[in-house]
């Protein structure tokens, strides 16, 4: 008996080593399989009633390439392919379309494909204001205060909304004025999230807007300022934000957190 | 009555002796706690992604449950020759296929609502609320895989088992399918497919109305008047494939 036991143990070690070193030798790129991953509205037909249970498990596969490309400093050429599939498995989807868009803008720098992303959320749930403000939103961080207007403009016209639009689209208005307050929608949604992602996310917005204000001042004072204290103190932003506990400053230049 | 209460009493206790009943319910269990672990991975989307996955492991299991068994209840008593005791004593075969259905029905109900039961403590002690839409997606699973069980009683009674499990899930498929190939249809211009496209979709059973999953996991109400649905188009498909089964069962030699 201990002899088969013996040998069952020295067969399944023999097995892990086996996968083990062939796992080592022959590295795998785990992300070309989503080239071959049909266009989503194709997936729906083959899927046979489970298009939400694919949808989640993509939403999963979708955290993992994310951050799979983030650590090799990938190019995240599939991730709208990825979000595509998602939203057309599961239509009703919102955070599909949301963080998609999000994820798109961020990493891919294509406005473009944000924006079909969220046209698309659009288009298959016309109830929801939310995805007008996103979209405006979209337009708003990439400077596009006209579009960005009007999208939020199309978000305050439902009944549901919060005045969360009508903010924005006055923002939008005051155009580079309106840019400062951005940094407090940053923040809240850096305090409101539980995705780490979108928590990424928003500390880069955060960046971003000290950036912005940072060359706001060199552009009118024809200088470039000491440290984040002076732009606060000459009221190019509204706050300096705090993030566990660290601070977001400028050094030689840079923006750090 | 009398004689298919006896024939499914007895088709339920021969799948309870074989502990398929406990055997299924354990995995199912199992499967289900297993699901916590893409709670802290689905970024954010835990509650949603549970609960989808829940839904679609039940159906999945049961699904398996009666394609195993169904395809081998008929087989195994022409095999083992039982089914000349049976028809040793005055039963038609309608009576015969009818207990059977009920038996192996009996089997599914109760694996289903220990499943569910199941599930429905399992969101509360993770999630902490009672989330009691998912009771209307157990009854209508309930309908859709007692008709996906009379069509695998049916195909087992001229196929192998092998053959008809296979065509059973093949059936299932097109039963969650056939309304996306009319949508399709109805873009096409060719007279020949969209004959075709309503051919499948009207002669194959259809759960189009029946798979409510995305209305529960999302809270959007559906129409009350799908409960009536369940009570006519599935029960009809039942007593048809039943009846049909049972024609074809007299058509054998050995009666």
Redesign the interface.
């Known amino acids: 008996m201990i002899r088969k036991i013996f040998l069952i143990f020295f067969l399944i070690l023999f097995i892990f080593f086996i996968e083990y070193s062939f796992e080592r030798k022959i590295p795998k790129d785990i992300n070309t399989e989503l080239l071959y991953f049909p266009k989503g509205e194709n997936v729906?037909?083959?899927v046979?009633?489970?298009?939400?249970?694919l949808?989640?498990l993509l939403?999963?596969r979708g955290?993992?390439y994310y951050g799979d490309e983030k650590i090799r400093g990938g190019k995240f050429e599939y991730l709208y392919h990825i979000y595509d599939i998602i939203t057309s498995l599961?239509k009703?989807f919102l955070?599909g379309y949301i963080?998609g868009s999000f994820f798109i803008n961020y990493q891919l720098k294509n406005l473009k494909l944000a924006i079909q992303l969220l046209d698309k959320g659009i288009r298959e749930l016309p109830d929801e204001w939310v995805l007008h403000f996103y979209k405006g939103f979209m337009y708003y961080i990439s400077y596009d205060f006209e579009n960005a207007y009007k999208s939020f403009l199309v978000g305050s016209k439902f009944e549901k909304n919060t005045d969360r639009c009508k903010k924005f689209a006055y923002m939008s208005l005051l155009k580079e004025k309106g840019v400062q307050n951005l940094l407090y929608y940053w923040k809240e949604m850096y305090e409101k999230?539980?995705?780490?992602?979108?928590k990424e996310i928003a500390v880069e917005g955060m960046k971003e807007c000290i950036r912005y204000a940072m060359k706001k001042y060199e552009r009118e004072r024809k200088k470039s300022p000491k440290s984040i204290f002076e732009l606060l103190k000459e009221k190019y932003i509204p706050f300096i934000p705090v993030i566990e506990n660290r601070m977001i400053r400028i050094e030689k230049g840079e923006v750090i957190w | 009555m009398r004689k298919i209460k006896a024939i499914a009493f007895n088709t339920f206790k021969e799948g309870s002796r074989d502990r398929t009943l406990l055997s299924v319910s354990i995995a199912g269990i199992i499967i289900l706690i297993s699901s916590i672990v893409f709670i802290p991975i689905s970024v954010g989307q835990g509650i949603r992604v549970v609960l989808n996955f829940g839904l679609s492991v039940i159906e999945i299991l049961l699904l398996f449950q009666i394609i195993f068994v169904g395809t081998r209840i008929i087989y195994d008593e022409l095999e083992k020759k039982t089914i000349y005791t049976i028809f040793s004593k005055p039963v038609k075969p309608l009576e015969v296929f009818a207990g059977k259905f009920l038996g192996l029905g009996l089997i599914i109900f109760i694996i289903e609502t220990i499943l569910f039961i199941f599930f429905f403590l399992f969101i509360r002690l993770i999630f902490g609320f009672f989330f009691f839409r998912i009771f209307h997606w157990y009854i209508f699973l309930l309908f859709e895989l007692l008709l996906i069980e009379s069509v695998v009683l049916f195909l087992s009674t001229f196929m192998s088992p092998i053959t008809s499990g296979i065509i059973s899930f093949l059936i299932y498929f097109i039963a969650n399918t056939s309304h996306y190939i009319k949508e399709f249809s109805l873009k096409v211009h060719n007279l020949f497919f969209k004959i075709f496209a309503n051919i499948v979709y009207y002669l194959f059973p259809n759960f189009s109305f029946t798979n409510i999953k995305n209305n529960i996991v999302y809270i959007i109400p559906f129409e009350r008047e799908l409960y009536l649905f369940l009570l006519s188009y599935p029960i009809l498909y039942i007593i048809l494939m039943l009846y049909l089964s049972s024609i074809l069962f007299e058509r054998k030699e050995f009666l």
């Open positions: 729906k037909y083959i046979s009633g489970f298009n939400n249970l949808a989640d939403w999963i955290a993992v599961d009703r955070n963080f999230s539980n995705n780490i992602f979108t």
